[in-house]
């Protein structure tokens, strides 16, 4: 492990990340309010911290290794969030502590989209701009992003490209060379932001919403520039269009180049996740709406709308809402809650365990069934056509124990913190599944909890990001060793 090239990796991501307060000072300077200050003291700081980071080491030329991927994409988001807090804790207008700043960076960053911050309708549109582009580079990872441009710096992009998405993947290139996957996957998601923004102002929204919701709808993220959400509007068309950009970006983004590139729609029906995804959204969809119907919460026509939005908003792990979905009758909003641990599919913007990894159980479980009843049988476990291996399914198995230990960890220590049971439990499943909104104290937003939980709960939202792994494997003692 070369800590001179992560030194000099961090600093070259973290000076491309100070452009992202460039675009709010220009709205803050336009506008002259309050922010300027805050943005540029936000710009210098990063820019000169990461400039500072990559001088003694610019010259540092080593390959990189597994382990060095990991160890910058762990820094880079940890760092990442800290210096993202600086807009959010040097703008006295908003009044956040240090905790609270840093909270709103990384649920911004981690496309979480859990708020501590009251009064959005009121907030300069500078800084409501921040929030979102926050969500918006998060959403495509940064890392993600950024290896379409280190190659060119002379630092190969592989192993960060795998650090980022760790676990099982149908197709870890989509083309021969890793800065063509990036730029690949990046267009895509180019396209579908351009596409989603246009669709919000057809529909009604001002240009300024249209792009703001945009950059969160297709990142998976949740916030938004009202506190009513998308409730605010009170348009069908606008639900119908965030709901269906909702679903596309909770698929696997390598599924939306293929079908582009190839111009066949049937990459998607013959995708066994995507199949097992939007199957397990229907499921919650029809289950929803029609128990909003039947218990009299809304009208047909309304359960219908609000049951559809609200399940695929939280199934995705989305977090947008257009009702206080925490007063629904209370089999609804759990469910909606278990539901987001799925998530979206891997390679997708979206939370969550992923859809293809709890395929895979639900498969092996299944194929378990068959055994029993034909003990001799050779019963081989498969995705389409191809065999899944079995140190895959292990892998699998081995990632939802830790992340269900991780979960009840979390559990047990926001508890600790004095939160009542509801409330701690929601608000751990909704960050470590990157989703927002919980139940109890957190349904609206998370203002009310103590400083203590915020930070606990950014270390859940790290953790859920990264899928646990990428993380974790930092204080293993193997990880550390020459």
Not at 263 to 279: A, H, I
Not at 400 to 412: D, H, K
């Amino acid at each position: 492990m070369h800590l001179s090239i992560t030194l000099r990796i961090l600093g070259i991501l973290l000076m491309m990340f100070s452009s992202a307060t460039v675009v709010p000072l220009v709205l803050a300077l336009m506008a002259d309010d309050n922010t300027v200050t805050g943005f540029v003291s936000a710009f210098t700081i990063t820019f000169f911290s990461g400039l500072l980071l990559w001088l003694p080491v610019r010259h540092s030329r080593h390959e990189l290794r597994i382990r060095d991927g990991f160890l910058i994409v762990s820094l880079f988001w940890t760092v990442l969030g800290l210096f993202g807090a600086l807009p959010f804790a040097l703008t006295d207008a908003l009044h956040l502590t240090p905790v609270e700043s840093i909270f709103e960076s990384i649920s911004g960053l981690t496309t979480t989209g859990a708020t501590v911050i009251v009064g959005l309708d009121e907030l300069p549109a500078s800084i409501l701009l921040y929030r979102q582009l926050l969500q918006w580079l998060g959403g495509i990872g940064i890392i993600v992003v950024a290896v379409a441009i280190l190659p060119m710096l002379g630092i190969g992009g592989m192993q960060l490209y795998r650090a980022e998405i760790p676990g099982p993947s149908k197709d870890s290139k989509l083309t021969p060379r890793i800065t063509e996957t990036a730029k690949a996957l990046f267009s895509v998601y180019m396209l579908l932001t351009v596409a989603c923004a246009l669709a919000y102002y057809v529909a009604g929204m001002s240009g300024f919403d249209a792009i703001c919701h945009a950059f969160s709808t297709v990142a998976i993220g949740g916030f938004s520039t009202h506190d009513a959400s998308i409730g605010y509007f009170e348009s069908d068309a606008i639900l119908l269009i965030c709901t269906l950009f909702m679903v596309i970006s909770a698929i696997n983004f390598g599924l939306h180049f293929l079908a582009w590139r190839r111009q066949q729609w049937s990459v998607y029906r013959k995708d066994s996740e995507t199949r097992f995804f939007l199957g397990a959204l229907s499921i919650c969809t029809v289950i929803t709406c029609l128990y909003l119907a039947y218990m009299g919460t809304f009208s047909p026509g309304e359960s219908f709308a609000h049951g559809l939005f609200q399940a695929v908003s939280i199934t995705t792990t989305t977090g947008f809402v257009t009702q206080d979905h925490a007063t629904w009758p209370t089999f609804l909003p759990v469910m909606l809650l278990m539901f987001s641990f799925m998530g979206g599919c891997v390679g997708s913007t979206g939370g969550g365990i992923k859809a293809l990894r709890l395929m895979l159980i639900y498969k092996q479980g299944v194929r378990e069934l068959k055994q029993l009843v034909h003990p001799q049988a050779v019963i081989p476990l498969k995705i389409g056509k191809r065999r899944v291996e079995a140190t895959v399914v292990s892998a699998v198995w081995s990632f939802l124990a830790v992340y269900m230990s991780t979960f009840i960890v979390l559990l047990l220590l926001i508890m600790s913190t004095g939160l009542d049971f509801t409330t701690a439990f929601s608000a751990v499943a909704a960050s470590l599944n990157n989703l927002g909104p919980g139940l109890g104290e957190v349904a609206a937003n998370y203002a009310g909890i103590n400083e203590t939980a915020k930070a606990l709960l950014c270390v859940a939202m790290l953790l859920g990001r990264l899928e646990v792994f990428t993380l974790l494997v930092l204080f293993t003692p193997m990880f550390w060793r020459l």
